[in-house]
C-alpha cells in the first residue's frame, strides 16, 4: 500500500512547479519580486535540482525571468495584457454562447444548470469573505460557458487564458473586495441571457462585463 501511495506521488519538479506557479497566480509572489532556487527548495524541502526544473519550465511559460546565480524575477502583467486577454475572452465566450443558443435546448439547460450552481457558490464565498474562493469560482463560470460550446481547442486556449484571468484577479479583486458582489450581478445578467438563448445580449453584457471592469482599474 505504501509503494502504491509513493509511485502515486507527483516528481518533485511537478510539486515544485505547482507550488510556485500557485504562488504566481495568487500573487503571493508578487510582480516584480524576486526569488531563489534555495528559497523555494527550503519551502519544499527538496533539492534544488527539480526547482530549478521547474524554474526553467515557468520562464518558458512566460511566468519568470531567470538571471544565473541571482535567481529568478516575476515578470510583471504587461502593458495591454489585461485588455489583450478581454479581448481574447469576449471572443472565446461569445462564440461558445453562439452554439449553445443554435443547439438543442438540452444543452443550453445544463449550462444553465451548471452556471447558476457556481453563482451559488461564488455568492456564499463573497459572504464569507472568501476573496480566493470567489476568484476560484469566477474562474469556473468562465471556463463552464468556453467549455459548453464543444471546441476542445479554444477551450485549451481559455485554461491559459484563465491562469492569466487568475492572476490579474488575484493582484485587483484582493485590493477592491468591496465590488465582488458587483461581479456577481454581472454574472447574473450573462446567465439570464444563456437561459434566454439571446447570444447577442450575452455578447453584450459580456463586454460591459468585462471591460468596465477594467475602465475601473480591475483586471477582471
Known amino acids: ?25 495568487t500573487g503571493r509572489l508578487a510582480a516584480g519580486s524576486m526569488v531563489s532556487e534555495g528559497d523555494v527548495a527550503g519551502e519544499l524541502a527538496m533539492s534544488r535540482t527539480p526547482v530549478r526544473e521547474a524554474f526553467l519550465r515557468l520562464a518558458a511559460e512566460g511566468w519568470l525571468r531567470l538571471f544565473p546565480k541571482r535567481g529568478a524575477l516575476v515578470v510583471p502583467v504587461a502593458p495591454g495584457e489585461a485588455e489583450a486577454v478581454v479581448d481574447a475572452r469576449l471572443l472565446l ?5 453562439d452554439v449553445v443558443a443554435a443547439g438543442p435546448d438540452e444543452g443550453r439547460a445544463r449550462l444553465v444548470a451548471a452556471l447558476r450552481d457556481l453563482l451559488d457558490r461564488q455568492r456564499a464565498a463573497v459572504a464569507a469573505g472568501d476573496l480566493a474562493a ?3 469560482h469566477d474562474a469556473a463560470f468562465h471556463q463552464a460557458i468556453v467549455a459548453a460550446g464543444g471546441n476542445a481547442l479554444l477551450t485549451d486556449f481559455s485554461v491559459t487564458l484563465r491562469e492569466r484571468q487568475r492572476r490579474m484577479i488575484a493582484l485587483s479583486v484582493g485590493a477592491a473586495g468591496e465590488r465582488a458582489p458587483g461581479f456577481v450581478e454581472g454574472h447574473e445578467a450573462l446567465l439570464a441571457a444563456v437561459e434566454a438563448g439571446d447570444a447577442a445580449a450575452f455578447r453584450e453584457r459580456l463586454g460591459e462585463h468585462l471591460h468596465g471592469a477594467h475602465l475601473r482599474g480591475v483586471a477582471r
Open 93 to 97: 465566450e461569445s462564440h461558445a454562447v
Open 1 to 25: 500500500m505504501e509503494a502504491a501511495v509513493a509511485s502515486a506521488a507527483p516528481p518533485a519538479a511537478e510539486t515544485a512547479y505547482r507550488h510556485v506557479k500557485d504562488a504566481l497566480l
Open 134 to 136: 470567489y476568484a476560484e
